[in-house]
């Protein structure tokens, strides 16, 4: 099954990384779930010179781009207003 690349970027307003703090258990509940149905492979959060939060990298697996796209947007960081720009590259995790 395909794989995709999801970089995410914060938004950078004042309340942002609160934003990001308050809604932050239930994107890892939905990860969660996601990486026990297999969808999840692996993603954390990316960090800034202080150790601060501002985007995320997913990698999963899904049928095609359109199913990646209509699945990040029910993530509770897209609803939830913390990240602001998306984007998924077909990728694929090295056999090692």
């Known amino acids: 099954m395909p794989q995709f690349l999801i970089l995410a970027e914060d938004f950078k307003d004042a309340n942002a990384l609160q934003r990001r703090l308050d809604i932050r258990p239930k994107h890892l509940d939905r990860m969660r779930v996601e990486k ?39 993530d509770p960081y897209v609803t939830g207003q913390v990240w602001e720009h998306i ?10």
């Open 36 to 74: 026990e149905k297999g969808t999840f492979i692996i993603g954390g959060a990316q960090l800034n010179e202080e150790g601060n939060m501002f985007g995320s990298m997913l990698i999963i697996e899904l049928a095609d781009e359109e199913a990646a796209q209509d699945w990040i947007q029910d």
């Open 87 to 96: 984007s998924i590259t077909p990728f694929r995790v090295a056999a090692v």
